[in-house]
Every structure is written in structure tokens, then in C-alpha cells.
């Protein structure tokens, strides 16, 4: 199994990225996605995730009105759209592959799967 990060990079505040997930080697519409942050010095957080289906979104208050994950399981791909970036939003962020949305979302288990990250720098 392997999950592709790309669309990082260095961004004024105010700016947009939008960061994608290559999944391979898995079942893709089986599994609910998941992007985590982790800021130098602090704990992997959940920002966002998405049902197999699309249906179900979360999203952490930190990023709620400014991101938004979406997914496409024709191509295998899931995408987090980032609005609004403040320079709180740097961090390294990772797709994750879960069997269970609410698991993921509630974090009540780790995901199957993690990407290798794609750092993301928002400059004041």
C-alpha cells in the first residue's frame, strides 16, 4: 500500500494550497481518509477526514470554514483544500487510510495506512 503526498510548499498567510493523496495497492473506496498535522514540537492531529462514500466529512475546529476534503475514488485521490492559511496551519501533513470513519474521526483507533508527509510553511 502506498499514499502519495504532493502539493506542499511555502505560502504567504492569506493563501491557498491544495494538498493531494495518490492511494495505491488498497482498496481505495473501502477506506475513509484522513489528513493529519503535526507542528514541530507537538502531537500528529486529525484536521480532516472523509467517509468512503464522501457523505461524511469532519473537520477540526482549528480548520473548520477554511479547508475541505474532498475525494475522488475513480482516480484513488483525496484532497484537502486550504484557505485562509495562517501561519498556526505549518506543519507536516500526512494522508492516512482507516477501515472506520467514526474510528478515525473519533480517533479511537490508529489508521491502516500513512503517506510519508508533505510539509506545508505559512509566512506571515
Known amino acids: 500500500v502506498q499514499l502519495v503526498e504532493s502539493g506542499g510548499g511555502l505560502v504567504q498567510a492569506g493563501g491557498s494550497l491544495r494538498l493531494s493523496c495518490a492511494a495505491s495497492?488498497?482498496?481505495?473506496?473501502?477506506?475513509?481518509m484522513g489528513w493529519f498535522r503535526q507542528a514541530p514540537g507537538k502531537e500528529r492531529d486529525l484536521a480532516a477526514a472523509?467517509?468512503?462514500?464522501?457523505?461524511?466529512?469532519y473537520y477540526a475546529d482549528s480548520v473548520k470554514g477554511r479547508f475541505t476534503i474532498s475525494r475522488v475514488n475513480a482516480e484513488n485521490t483525496v484532497y484537502l483544500q486550504m484557505n485562509s492559511l495562517k501561519p498556526e496551519d505549518t506543519a507536516v501533513y500526512y494522508c492516512?487510510?482507516?477501515?472506520?470513519?467514526?474510528?478515525?474521526?473519533?480517533?479511537?483507533?490508529?489508521?491502516?495506512?500513512w503517506g510519508q508527509g508533505t510539509q506545508v510553511t505559512v509566512s506571515a
Open positions: 472523509i467517509s468512503w462514500s464522501g457523505i461524511g466529512t
Open positions: 495497492g488498497l482498496t481505495f473506496s473501502s477506506y475513509a
Open positions: 492516512a487510510a482507516g477501515t472506520g470513519f467514526q474510528q478515525l474521526r473519533l480517533g479511537t483507533t490508529n489508521p491502516d495506512y
